[in-house]
């Protein structure tokens, strides 16, 4: 027999729905089965499957070993961040990947400074991204027990371009992971970014469009007037520091839509220093050779919390959090008297 305590990571949903997480090589049919012959039982007593879960419910499986064993898999990979380079920096010449910059961190939330050249998601199987950096880093700090896995996952709720620096926010909650992802998708939550581009800017301006994507090419179309399968897009720039050849702005976006930032700037005559995919060829190959610069000098610098948050997040309300600028962009700007 195994006893299973709910934990505030598992209560709210259905009965069935934690038993195909723990569970998880185990057909449905199954588990209903155990339920009603009971095999498995909700608080010592006969169960459904759809009872709805509270904290310190206890779920009995009256079930073999090598069973519970068969049907169990915990989804985790085993990744080692073993190499702590500078903020920001990419991978070494043998891919190893820096340790994680932690810029805040408490029970429902972990907020980090990814660096340029890691993925924030898999891409394909096989791939180490910054999810499984944070999920090794909560297993070895002792802060994720492993047997959670089967149950509950933490995970990251908002994604930079791997080339891209600056803030992730993962949930290690659940009630951390859902309400961070709704001021995600609610734009409640306000996100800003610096970059250096080419050229001089030398006012704040808002900037607007259309934006469409070609998946294939995963790339995309700025336009000025809407065309078929665009989306709008508004863009805000304020320039902080110019050269006359150069300029570092702050970006907020309006919308958030993929490679936003990048191809806007690039449609106004003002692309991102690195960027190979929408920038200069000859200005990119250039500050790559004198600065050693390999990708796009963007970076999340700022993200600041919605005024109002609810419990038991409402402690973050109005708090701002700051990554600061990678020493690549430092480099730069200390070479063209931008500092």
């Not at 660096?115 to 910054?130: E, H, R, V």
């Not at 994604?159 to 803030?167: E, I, M």
């Not at 419990?311 to 931008?338: H, N, Q, S, T």
């Amino acid at each position: 027999m195994q006893l299973l305590k709910v934990t505030a990571n598992e209560a709210g949903q259905r009965l069935d729905k934690l038993l195909a997480k723990y569970l998880n090589q185990a057909q449905k049919g199954f588990l209903y089965k155990m339920m009603r012959k009971k095999n498995i039982t909700l608080n010592g007593k006969r169960c459904e499957g759809g009872e709805r879960l509270k904290e310190g419910d206890e779920i009995r499986l009256f079930l073999a070993e090598d069973t519970i064993a068969k049907f169990s898999r915990i989804p985790v990979s085993s990744v080692k961040a073993d190499v702590p380079n500078k903020r920001g920096e990419s991978p070494d010449r043998r891919g190893r990947m820096p340790c994680l910059d932690i810029i805040y961190e408490d029970k429902n939330i972990l907020i980090v400074n990814k660096p340029s050249g890691m993925l924030s998601q898999k891409a394909k199987d096989g791939d180490i991204s910054l999810n499984e950096h944070i999920l090794n880093y909560l297993i070895d700090s002792g802060h994720l027990p492993v047997e959670q896995l089967r149950t509950f996952k933490p995970s990251i709720c908002n994604r930079l371009d791997r080339n891209t620096s600056g803030l992730v926010t993962a949930g290690v909650s659940l009630p951390g992971l859902q309400v961070m992802n709704q001021v995600f998708k609610d734009r409640s939550i306000h996100k800003y970014y610096q970059c250096l581009v080419k050229g001089a800017v030398t006012k704040r301006q808002m900037i607007a469009g259309f934006l469409r994507k070609d998946e294939t090419a995963n790339t995309v179309q700025i336009h000025a007037m809407e065309v078929e399968n665009s989306v709008p897009i508004m863009t805000e720039y304020v320039p902080l520091k110019t050269n006359g050849s150069a300029t570092l702005l702050q970006v907020t976006l309006i919308t958030g839509r993929s490679h936003q930032i990048r191809a806007h700037l690039a449609s106004i005559g003002h692309p991102i220093l690195g960027d190979f995919k929408y920038g200069d060829r000859a200005v990119n190959e250039a500050v790559s050779q004198k600065y050693r610069v390999n990708s796009q000098l963007l970076h999340s610098w700022k993200l600041a919390m919605p005024q109002k948050l609810p419990y038991p997040l409402d402690y973050l309300a109005g708090k701002e959090f700051f990554a600061p600028l990678p020493e690549v962009f430092l480099r730069v700007m200390r070479g063209e008297g931008m500092e």
